[in-house]
């Protein structure tokens, strides 16, 4: 293949993904980058396949060039040219395309300077799910988590300290200094325990065995505290998807917050286990669904549909004593969130809003089914 | 013992058994088995027992194929050959069954050939208990696993070519290539830590300390995560137990789900002390309980009946007020699930076919007792 | 001191103390043995002071065996001769008390007959605090943490068997057999990492790294079971000791269980800072505490009373309208449980005897105060 | 710079802030103090610099002599010398500042007179965040770590005895006693494993085999219950911090706490995105907000006013049927209490000096307002 047909197809690739977080032509070339600065290390390897390794590389560098000029221009021509190279993202393209080049300029040994190309990986960061959700966790549990930390710099120094002193006659080589000392006891407090430098004489042990208990609890309540703070987030999360459930209903769309919380709070959850029939065709329907987690099977007249997560239904049941419409089931084991009807008027006691938009919505499909 | 003789006894085992998950002889061989395929290759023990070792695992072998066979019949006399077949399952069985002679008609060496008696222990896997329950947890917590573990592999590979860079020039055989630090970044970050491969550069041991502290950080999320997992999964697992506990009440079986995860929800968990007196005879009975955890003596003239897991006695309440008609206690702690009448009667308000049913129990029961 | 008047000593303790589970003496007994057990085999301490080592360890062999016989008579008094010798912990007496004699009887060297000392340190167990919840939770967790530990071995074996396939032909004194390899194994999946025998090919450390990410796997869900079973186990232990609480209240004891968990489930958790009021003489009463975990202080005339964990107060506001009779704070971070007059009223509607025992009481203790 | 003048800024700086918990030039000088003894144990270091060293951390001993001094001197002024002098902070200042020049004077090695500067890390202890939290874990959960505890010391000592039985005939060097066992058993069950001393018995092995996965069971029994007291720490530390933000406000403050407990109950939690309008200008009032977690902007005219964590905001509604006066909405993801007013005229039906505090406050704002 020429040159000239590579870079307009790669181009074509660019323009059409440039406005999107992350884009898949980004990902391979990612991972195909640092598949071959791995290799690039490996000298038997790149002395067998030395063209194809350096031609990929050059090819992974001139893309993440490409993509940092395209970025680059569509930024400048919203105008936003400094905010774009200056932030994070903007910083990063911009050592991703240019770390490796100048490195090569000023004269480095190019097997270090493709080293640089480690850089590529951070871009695939923003693609992480759940990075957010994980972030936050840290964010909440800052106090905690920092005091632990705190806790074991002080286990380190102070066992480093002790150890320099109770050893450094018995082993000069190992323990010949504090700093020595410490890289032993990081190694012995994450119980990761090396064991290039251990403790002879028996007061060292001793010391040795208390800071690998003590490396348990700070495990312990690393864990614990991480534990919680997870369980914390995901009550949240969860309580945030449900409020999204519930908004996406036209009659509630109009609400304040303070009434949709009320829908969100009054949600009692329910577990179904599959082939499950929840509505039956000409029953009095005293209630509507949401689907928090699985799928329900609406068997309309002549065919089947099928709705899956944050879909809802049953709720003409809320404007007034109208009978069942269709038979409904459940596909798989689901989650389904229900809101009683008679809570739903106690709901409208409190939010005379609420009772106008429903009043509204009920008569407007009065007048639609004559 | 003659062959003869040995081949039908196993017909007879696999016929009564064909149509279960996994049959006791077929677990007893995989024991056997895998044990002696184990002691095939210590030296010593097989040439001690040779023949005893290699007729033991050409008896499993051959159970093994048998097994394989008689399903496969059973399937195609369904007519269902191929779907069993190509199943998981029917693939394993194959597996189990063909692997080893085909590796030895192919001219393998028979020490080698037999370690592939290793997929036999895969027949155990249907039969672990709460396998189900973990890959639950692990399908609904794939987001946050996925992303701790794309921070392992960033971590993993950062450091490896950190590591790389600092120790190449110290220490040629250990750090000579990217995959040689990576197999020490994998042994430091999940704090395993060999000590076959440590770096001994000042810079180096600093990283060492970071991909440490990592550690404990990416194993302490890992397990916040799953003991979250864990304990949404238990809290659903258990309103799904009550459900079916539920669901099991004569008059409750035929009411819809909205109405049996409203009674669900209504009732009340009590733990009991072993020895506890629950109702007494004549008094007046104002609720029902079912039996979550633990187990009741119902002192009956005459003799002494006792009730389990999922039994529900005292439902005569719900229907009038009638007189309890015998002592209950409990044999050991035990765990209730309390439904008063007070919350039933609220309930019938909100489900009019309830009120219903329960009336016609209690006419039918009325004319019973007269 | 002469051995005559040692040993009535002795016996005076162990009457005193033979009815109770785990007497002080014996814990000494227990501690000092096993100290001198250890001291035996530290040869340069033993050579130094063997006859007073020799002499204790026979003391306290001598206190086990007189522990065993007046606990033995103790049981044969009562009758109960053989329950006793064949319980638990009569058989660990009796342990205790032979092993070592028997052991030195038919010849074995001293030094490993004492060994047999470390039996001793049974004996401590009964007397483990909160062991008992411990097992509680090990056994409700039983299904989650044996299919664990069946994931834990079958990894196990899969990556000997591989790692024996993939190193015995490079290292053949490391990886010589089945066996060897699940000696690495082990090590590396629980992330131990002695570092003794470690795989050298390049395939055998992609399966060691497979093994020691599932090492954290297990590990995280290992932990993740354990704590969601302690968070309900937790959680039920307050709620036994909350009922124990309010069956300690005179006019609650009568009630039934049913009532008892009522009121239980209808008190609210209260956390109060030191030196908070809680009740101000003069103000009209409207519902009565329990103490949960913390210490009141009652401001009488005169004096000053405190209440601890498990008392009550203000239980006349249930009785009628009283006014507080005196000025009631915390004295340090306190955990309340509060009973309100109304919750207390909508309960006895439910409750008719709650209702007869209650006003009992009030026409009792108004006789009372004329 | 002359010493004359450093001596002056110093005790500037001290006087300032004597009476505080901990000050910052304290927290930089323990950083540089200790900086500089770890320092002077690196011997090419301190043969560069050994002047500045030495005078370095001759200036830290002063700070901290001087700081000794000047609260003693505080203390006494206040008549509590002695009270300040053998409290846990004085002493720790005594030891700071008298240990090393009392190890100079006895003749000790100054090399190892100034690893006593170690001391002064623990001035760092009662600046931690989130250290009373820990405490307060640590606390509450003894029983059940303690056990774990008794567990670990016991398969330790079981374990160690075995191996010294079954190790010492073949390895004398390594397991020649059992405190010698003991050293292997601590590294092994922590899952540290150095491997400086390692089984080569058959049977060690499978002791050793079953040791490490006691060491997994500690390890997560200990996690376990770690997460559940961090998870029941952060619940009640989440109701003391709402009770705080709910005795701020105006009418609450003259309430009990029976009544401000009610309150807090009755505050539902809501979570709302960014830039979501809480209240709108002209809108009828029926609920008060706590701010627990965030931000929101009030519309004020002429002006925004930010309210930040422990705010709260529309009281008013709760006073009578107020219009609201100003729009409100939420700057980034907030987490908001709501207090309404149905919920709140419930409660004032117990609490009758709630309702009188009420009448009085919306008696007083209606005259202001005239």
């Not at 995901?234 to 036209?250: H, I, Q």
């Not at 809101?339 to 509204?360: C, K, N, Q, Y």
Request: aromatic share 10%; proline share 5%.
């Amino acid at each position: 293949m020429s040159k000239p047909r590579l870079f307009p197809a790669l181009a074509l690739f660019m323009v059409a993904t440039a406005g999107r977080n992350m884009t898949r032509p980004a990902y391979v070339a990612v991972l195909v980058g640092v598949a071959m600065m791995v290799l690039l290390t490996v000298d038997p390897a790149y002395e067998a396949a030395h063209h194809w390794v350096d031609a990929v590389l050059w090819a992974c560098l001139a893309f993440f060039v490409f993509e940092w000029v395209v970025r680059l221009r569509h930024a400048v021509q919203l105008h936003r040219g400094w905010t774009y190279a200056l932030s994070g993202r903007g910083l990063l393209d911009a050592v991703s395309a240019a770390a490796i080049p100048l490195a090569l300029v000023l004269g480095a040994n190019p097997k270090s300077a493709w080293l640089l190309g480690i850089f590529w990986m951070f871009k695939v960061v923003p693609g992480i799910p759940g990075l957010r959700q994980l972030r936050r966790v840290l964010v909440q549990e800052t106090g905690p988590l920092l005091s632990v930390l705190v806790i074991f710099l002080m286990v380190l120094f102070l066992s480093s300290v002790a150890m320099y002193f109770l050893e450094r006659d018995v082993q000069p080589n190992s323990f010949n200094s504090v700093p020595a000392a410490l890289w032993w006891a990081v190694a012995t407090l994450t119980t990761t325990g090396y064991g290039d430098v251990v403790p002879i004489t028996p007061l060292g042990r001793l010391v040795a065995a208390f800071v690998m208990i003590c490396g348990l609890g700070v495990f312990g309540l690393w864990t614990g505290i991480l534990a919680t703070g997870f369980a914390a987030e995901t009550r949240r999360d969860n309580f945030l998807k449900t409020w999204e459930s519930v908004s996406k209903v036209p009659f509630f769309a109009a609400l304040g917050p303070a009434a949709i919380a009320d829908v969100t709070h009054m949600l009692r959850t329910m577990d179904l286990p599959a082939r499950t029939t929840i509505i039956r065709k000409g029953q009095q329907g005293d209630c509507m669904y949401f689907i928090a987690d699985g799928e329900v099977e609406v068997d309309l007249p002549g065919k089947k549909v099928r709705l899956g997560d944050g879909a809802f239904f049953g709720e003409m049941a809320l404007l007034g004593n109208n009978l069942r419409s269709a038979n409904i089931m459940t596909t798989r084991v689901s989650q389904l969130l229900v809101l009683d009807l008679v809570d739903f008027r106690m709901l409208m006691a409190r939010h005379p809003d609420l009772a106008e938009t429903i009043d509204a919505e009920a008569r407007r499909r009065e007048l639609e089914n004559k």
